[in-house]
């Protein structure tokens, strides 16, 4: 009952900045979190950053630190990922996730995904 739909993907060069936005419908839980991961060619699905909706707490990986920004919209029920001075290696597939429950940074802990939109980023 729960459908996510991700936007904003696109090809930008070294340094640039994409804003990606997910859209929500169908919750009705109380606790529940929302997360962005990443998937490049022949690598695993990687944590990116997840937000508890209830409270707005975030964790974000290491890797993204300090560039990305994740953001919510409780009106439009919303989540939005801005990314800033990105690099070639963030070039991947980036997903959409939720779950019930708090922030939680294994892809196999969401049970909800959005169908995915390509960012590329070129040197």
């Known amino acids: 009952q729960v459908q996510l739909v991700e936007s904003g993907g696109g090809l930008v060069q070294a340094g640039g900045s994409l804003r990606l936005s997910c859209a929500a419908s169908?919750?009705?839980?109380?606790?529940?979190?929302m997360g962005w991961f990443r998937q490049a060619p022949g690598k695993g699905r990687e944590f990116v950053v997840a937000?508890?909706?209830?409270?707005?707490?975030?964790y974000y990986a290491d890797s993204v630190k300090g560039r990305f920004t994740i953001s919510r919209d409780n009106a439009k029920n919303t989540v939005d990922l801005q990314m800033n001075s990105l690099k070639p290696e963030d070039t991947a597939i980036y997903y959409c996730?939720?779950?019930?429950?708090?922030?939680?940074?294994?892809?196999?802990?969401?049970?909800?995904w959005g169908q995915g939109t390509q960012v590329t980023v070129s040197s």
């Open positions: 996730a939720a779950r019930d429950g708090g922030v939680n940074t294994s892809h196999r802990n969401y049970r909800y």
């Open positions: 169908g919750r009705t839980s109380n606790n529940y979190s």
């Open positions: 937000m508890s909706w209830k409270d707005g707490r975030t």
